[in-house]
């Protein structure tokens, strides 16, 4: 058996038979025109860049016609005319005015308001019309719920021979309370219909 002692001066001994030795890199030498050259074509460059600096552009010169430009006339001095500064008075003379003055009323009567002719029609209002009755009787009472107590349905036939149910609000003496019960139809998304109807004597 082998030791670790004897492992590692095995692999510390040096190999046997002959070993290569790499020799070491050999610099290259440049060649001694390569020095001369390189320094030329700088020297060169610079030179015709310096003598292209030196060329001046061509100027084309360009016809320019003449044209002769009347003088303008010179203005004439204006006369300047002193500025007059009038002071202003503050002056309130209606004060004064509505001390001095008076007014006779005593030919004038009191004012009356003249009475308004009764009148002989009703405002009216119809919400919607139905052919089904049921449809009708469902509107009134939807109607009643929100306030409006005071709608009806109202049997018409129509053109064409057939029965029409319409549910209408009313009547209303005033325009005033037509309005209101106009304005609440309309914040129930109902769009009514105002009409007159004559008073019965």
Do not use: C
């Not at 016609?65 to 009347?70: D, I, R, S, W």
């Not at 009567?109 to 009708?136: I, V």
Request: aromatic letters at 10%; charged letters at 25%; glycine letters at 4%.
């Amino acid at each position: 058996m082998f030791s670790p002692i004897q492992i590692a001066a095995k692999g510390s001994r040096p190999k046997k038979g002959a070993t290569r030795r790499t020799p070491p890199p050999q610099k290259r030498k440049t060649a001694w025109w390569l020095w001369l050259l390189v320094p030329a074509i700088l020297v060169a460059f610079i030179y015709g860049l310096m003598q292209l600096n030196q060329v001046a552009p061509k100027s084309v010169s360009v016809p320019v016609e003449k044209t002769k430009v009347a003088p303008k006339p010179k203005p004439t001095p204006a006369k300047e005319e002193p500025i007059k500064v009038v002071p202003k008075k503050d002056t309130f003379e209606f004060y004064q005015i509505l001390q001095d003055s008076k007014v006779d009323t005593s030919h004038v009567d009191a004012y009356q308001s003249t009475p308004r002719g009764e009148q002989d029609f009703y405002y009216m209002l119809q919400a919607a019309s139905f052919r089904n009755p049921e449809d009708a009787d469902r509107m009134r009472a939807q109607l009643i719920l929100s306030g409006l107590v005071e709608s009806s349905i109202r049997k018409t036939i129509g053109q064409d021979e057939q029965p029409w149910y319409r549910v209408v609000l009313g009547p209303y003496e005033s325009r005033s309370k037509m309005n209101r019960a106009e304005d609440k139809l309309v914040s129930m998304d109902i769009a009514p219909y105002s009409y007159k109807v004559k008073k019965e004597q």
